[in-house]
Nanobody
Framework: QVQLVESGGGLAQPGGSLRLSCAAS????????MSWARQAPGKGLEWVSG????????YYADSVKGRFTISRDNAKNTVYLQMDSLTPEDTALYYC?????????????????WGQGTQVTVSS
């Protein structure tokens, strides 16, 4: 069965960095686009970034563009989210999600599998 397991969350100071990982199993990882989304306290789920199956194209929400970098290693079945210049507004539960195909949707209801999430807290 499909499994997505996030890791790498934690506490960071404003201006700091964290790198999230999402280990995938149960499907042909190299055939599907993947995305990251987040949910801040009291807010809805927000799409953050996506990457095509071969890593050739990446997309970002305006709120993280220039600060976050998505990448993937198809040999390791893992997708990453490098987060730099963090602000308290980045505090959220971060999820990775599998696309039903090799396309990236910004609407979170378009994704068919989700991980359990990893908490990111940005605070001094």
């Amino acid at each position: 069965q499909v499994q997505l397991v996030e890791s790498g969350g934690g506490l960071a100071q404003p201006g700091g960095s964290l790198r999230l990982s999402c280990a995938a199993s149960g499907f042909t990882f190299s055939s599907y686009a993947m995305s990251w989304a987040r949910q801040a306290p009291g807010k809805g789920l927000e799409w953050v970034s996506g990457i095509y199956s071969d890593g050739s194209k990446t997309y970002y929400a305006d709120s993280v563009k220039g600060r976050f970098t998505i990448s993937r290693d198809n040999a390791k079945n893992t997708v990453y989210l490098q987060m730099d210049s963090l602000t308290p507004e980045d505090t959220a539960l971060y999820y990775c999600a599998k696309s039903p195909g090799d396309y990236i949707a910004t609407m979170t209801d378009q994704y068919d599998y989700w991980g359990q999430g990893t908490q990111v807290t940005v605070s001094s």
